[in-house]
């Protein structure tokens, strides 16, 4: 395939003011992994989405979060230990980090490929709920698979702070 056909079927980067949730700003570290996750690796891209899982609770923005929950095991790690038939307390970027290494893969593109897996299999009930300061909740719905579709929502999303 020559450089130019290659540069039309790629999506371009977008502007962060353009995300809407945490599943957008994944597909921008699967558009340029290099640009946002040292090293390539998951236990960088792990403390970034820790990172964003807590920056949510402060601004009291509600929205689904499958990677992170404060005293639990995620949606995410739940999910990968099923599919691998065996418990875990490593966490998700662990687990995938040694499979990618016995597989001879990179760990971030074997990441990609769980993630799509994981929404593909995700129903509204497999979703965290992330609950802002004062109360709001966001209950995600399947995630839609195309690159356009907006993340779709169930609940208030947004309220003011009180003071």
């Given amino acids: 395939m020559a450089d130019s056909d290659v ?12 995300l809407t949730d945490v599943y957008d700003f994944l597909e921008e570290v699967r558009l340029r992994p290099g640009m946002w996750v040292h090293s390539n690796s998951l236990q960088h ?14 601004h009291d923005i509600a929205e689904p979060f499958d990677f992170w ?11 990968l230990c099923q599919r691998q038939g065996r418990p ?8 995938i980090e040694r499979e990618a290494e016995r597989s001879d893969r990179p760990a971030m593109e074997m990441f990609f490929e769980l993630l799509d897996e994981f929404l593909a299999d995700a129903t509204p009930d497999r979703h965290q709920v992330v609950r802002g300061a004062t109360g709001n909740t966001g209950v995600a719905t399947a995630r839609p698979r195309s690159d356009g579709d907006l993340p ?4 208030p999303t947004d309220s003011p702070r009180s003071p």
């Fill in 7 to 18: 540069s039309e079927t790629r999506r371009r980067p977008r502007h962060l003011e353009a």
């Fill in 45 to 58: 891209l792990n403390s970034m989405l820790t990172g964003y899982r807590l920056a949510l609770g402060i």
């Fill in 69 to 79: 929950t404060p005293g639990g095991q995620s949606h995410f790690s739940e999910w």
């Fill in 88 to 95: 875990s307390s490593l966490g998700w970027a662990t687990e």
């Fill in 152 to 155: 779709q929502q169930a609940g």
